[in-house]
């Protein structure tokens, strides 16, 4: 099968922005750095899916990668918090006016080092928003020191070697209940833009590991957060195609692979072709033994590794209003004397 879009190279998009509208500030990191790859992908992303800018808020923690946020959708609100502080910020936000897509980017010390315990709150409560960890192995803003991520027995110029084995995000995301967990890699534009696409419709967490070398401080060929290591190991699991609702859909015969069709809940479709395994994204326990075996067998593997679009949000299970708390009148948030009464009564 072979599925036509529209033609993401148009000046405008179907609500009449344009490409530039969602941009933002000059980067101020190392040329070749793969963050400003992906500040790309989510601006095309962005463009692509008729998102608008003032709808979107912006979440990070401190590092490079929370210094990214500022390169992309200068028009949406934002927040840079503190170190590995990102998802409380966001669910506070995000509670606030659950009319606001969220997407949060950290990076790997923010999640996997001072953040993981909020990381993994942020799972079981199935918070929708867009999770993008920009994972270089490395700390790279106070130049270079190990991370939770970094190979075992990396050994950096300043640094030693690391005696540590490092914190897979996508494995502490899956056990930590997140309902969309994906891996990919920064040198590969395609697959980032399309999970991006499938991430920002998910209704739930949408969690992106996205290998994303630094150039800096950790630009050894040998090891995994490396784009030489990248491109001579990545195996892809399945190719990918997110296909907005409103668009017509062609399908071609083809004879590679089988396609399976994940409708996402908002009534897109995400197309995902198997590329030589039998592989299905929403069996966790296949997507957790996956892992562990491309770690043995020194892999990058990346894709969808797994998605659940039946788990309630942590909106749904708070039962909350549909219109945002953030604009409640004082009419509105105060219960009259019959309720009152009630609330007293059952204290007794």
């Known amino acids: 099968?072979?599925?036509?879009?529209?033609?993401?190279?148009?000046?405008?998009?179907?609500?009449?922005?344009?490409?530039?509208?969602?941009?933002?500030?000059?980067?101020?990191?190392c040329?070749?750095?793969?963050?400003?790859?992906?500040?790309?992908q989510i601006i095309a992303a962005c463009f692509e899916l008729d998102l608008i800018p003032e709808q979107i808020a912006k979440f990070s923690g401190i590092g490079c990668s929370s210094k990214s946020p500022n390169y992309f959708l200068n028009r949406s609100f934002?927040?840079?918090?503190?170190?590995?502080?990102?998802?409380?910020?966001?669910?506070?936000?995000?509670?606030a006016d659950t009319s606001v897509k969220g997407i949060g980017v950290s990076g790997d010390g923010d999640t996997a080092s001072i953040g993981m315990g909020q990381f993994?709150?942020?799972?079981?409560?199935n918070l929708p928003m867009v999770y993008i960890v920009e994972n270089n192995g490395v700390y790279g803003l106070t130049k270079g020191q190990f991370s939770a991520t970094s190979d075992k027995d990396?050994?950096?110029?300043?640094?030693?070697?690391?005696?540590y084995i490092p914190v897979d995000i996508c494995?502490?995301?899956?056990?930590?209940?997140?309902?969309?967990?994906?891996?990919?890699?920064?040198g590969d534009p395609k697959q980032v833009k399309e999970l991006l696409k499938a991430a920002l419709v998910h209704n739930g967490l949408a969690v992106l590991d996205i290998i994303s070398p630094c150039v800096t401080f950790h630009n050894k060929d040998e090891y995994l957060h490396s784009y030489m290591w990248g491109r001579q190991h990545?195996?892809?699991?399945?190719?990918?195609?997110?296909?907005?609702?409103?668009?017509?859909?062609?399908?071609?015969?083809?004879?590679?692979?089988?396609?399976?069709?994940?409708?996402?809940?908002?009534?897109?479709?995400l197309y995902i072709k198997k590329l030589g395994r039998d592989y299905d994204p929403t069996n966790k326990s296949q997507a957790i033994n996956l892992l562990h075996e491309a770690q043995e067998n020194g892999l990058l593997l990346t894709g969808l590794l797994y998605m659940d679009t039946g788990?309630?949000?942590?909106?749904?299970?708070?039962?909350?209003?549909?219109?945002?708390?953030?604009?409640?009148?004082?009419?509105?948030?105060?219960?009259?004397?019959?309720?009152?009464?009630?609330m007293n009564a059952s204290f007794r």
């Open 1 to 29: 099968m072979k599925f036509e879009a529209r033609n993401v190279k148009a000046k405008f998009n179907n609500i009449g922005y344009e490409r530039k509208e969602y941009g933002g500030a000059a980067s101020t990191l």
């Open 154 to 163: 990396l050994e950096l110029k300043h640094q030693g070697i690391n005696q």
């Open 234 to 269: 990545e195996l892809p699991l399945h190719d990918l195609a997110y296909i907005p609702v409103q668009e017509e859909i062609l399908i071609e015969e083809f004879e590679e692979g089988s396609v399976k069709d994940v409708t996402m809940h908002d009534g897109s479709h």
């Open 120 to 125: 993994k709150h942020l799972g079981r409560r």
């Open 171 to 186: 494995m502490e995301a899956l056990v930590g209940q997140a309902t969309f967990v994906a891996r990919t890699f920064a």
């Open 311 to 342: 788990q309630p949000t942590s909106f749904d299970q708070h039962n909350l209003v549909e219109k945002p708390l953030n604009r409640l009148t004082e009419s509105e948030l105060r219960p009259n004397r019959e309720k009152l009464d009630r």
């Open 78 to 95: 934002g927040f840079n918090g503190l170190h590995g502080r990102m998802p409380s910020l966001a669910l506070g936000a995000l509670f």
């Open 31 to 40: 040329q070749g750095c793969g963050h400003n790859s992906i500040a790309s």
